[in-house]
């Protein structure tokens, strides 16, 4: 991404990086609403579902099914209001969890795998998801028997995408994904993408901008234009370290106060700021981004990081067409 945009930058001068806006979108990973009750239910079937496979092949004898009367407690749980009769469906539903989980264990120690590719897969499956079901059956136990909150860092949001976060925005409901923070200039491209690990303030996030667009294109912008969750007296001082001369948040509380050069200059780039919301939703709606189903990390931050070229080459493509039909017939 960033070579391509260097090119454009370049010679096709698309973009000098002279004005630069951010703001952050959440993308959220193909999970359903992770409830200690429907992680339960995922490690007891998904986990009998690989033993079943293996017993298939020969390598283990008779497995023993937990998911029926799992499932029927799966239901009991999700239509119970008190609490009293939801802890005692718990305690049925974790004793076929942990059931499975030492039946999962005498598997994964037992079974010689030999050259069959599939029945490796299989085991190294089982012994990737041994330690997410001691999770699940923990935070449960705390939370729903015992009665305590379990901090969100030691929580796990879904056994199959484990990489997956909880974000909260502001007063907006929670969200199940990753924070993706996205810069342009006056060009629209996006200049900057940073997938965001846990869920930090957007004020957090402000520094790395002007410290990857430096590095990445050598350039110093004059204009650096946020919303106001990226405030800060702090990130104010950054940016005049930078060299950036007009530093404006959307909205600022206290003490803090914008820095531009002109009454004129600060409406015109707060102006443009909004225009950001419009680029995240062109990304968003046009390469599908709003939830992304594709399986794993590595495979998530490929998703958003081809979307975004995607993205940059159809407003490359824009002004190349525009450039072409300018030219004289």
């Known amino acids: 991404m960033v070579e ?12 000098d990086g002279r004005s ?22 995922d490690c007891i079937k998904t986990s009998h579902r690989l033993l079943k496979k293996l017993e298939e092949s020969g390598e283990i004898r008779k497995v023993r099914n937990y998911q029926k009367q ?3 407690n ?13 802890t005692e469906l718990f305690e049925k539903q974790l004793k076929l969890l942990r059931s499975s989980i030492n039946q999962v ?30 999770k699940v059956y923990d935070i449960s136990l705390r939370h729903e028997i015992k009665g305590e909150e379990v901090p969100v860092g030691e929580k796990i949001f879904s056994i199959y995408e484990g990489h997956t976060d909880l974000i909260v925005k502001g ?19 996006i200049l900057d993408c940073e997938i965001v690990d846990g869920n930090p303030k957007d004020s957090v996030l402000y520094e790395g901008v002007l410290e990857r667009v430096r590095n990445d294109y050598g350039i110093t912008p004059r204009d650096m234009v946020t919303d106001g969750g990226y405030a800060s007296i702090r990130n104010q001082g950054k940016a005049k370290e930078y060299g ?21 200059m600060e409406t015109r780039l707060k102006k443009w700021r909004s225009g950001m919301e419009a680029v995240i939703s062109n990304v968003k709606r046009g390469f599908s981004l709003f939830r992304c189903d594709w399986k794993g990390r590595e495979y998530f931050d490929a998703k958003v990081l081809w979307s975004v070229i995607a993205y940059n080459i159809r407003v490359m ?13």
């Open 4 to 15: 391509i945009n260097r090119i454009m930058m370049g010679e096709e001068e698309v973009e």
């Open 20 to 41: 630069l806006r951010t703001d952050s979108t959440v993308v959220e990973t193909d999970i359903h609403y992770p409830t200690n009750n429907a992680l339960i239910w």
């Open 70 to 72: 799992a499932k029927k």
């Open 74 to 86: 799966l239901f009991r749980i999700n239509n119970t209001k008190k609490k009293e009769k939801r």
């Open 105 to 134: 264990q005498k598997v994964v120690e037992g079974v010689i795998p030999g050259v069959d590719l599939t029945v490796i897969s299989m085991v190294e499956e089982l012994k990737g998801l041994l330690p997410k079901m001691e």
């Open 171 to 189: 007063a907006r409901e929670v969200v199940f994904g990753h924070e993706v923070n996205l810069t342009t200039g006056r060009s629209n491209l």
């Open 244 to 264: 950036i001369v007009n530093i404006i948040f959307n909205k600022i509380v206290g003490s803090l106060k914008n820095l531009v050069t002109s009454a004129n």
């Open 317 to 329: 493509t824009g002004f190349m067409l525009e450039k072409l039909m300018a030219q004289p017939q």
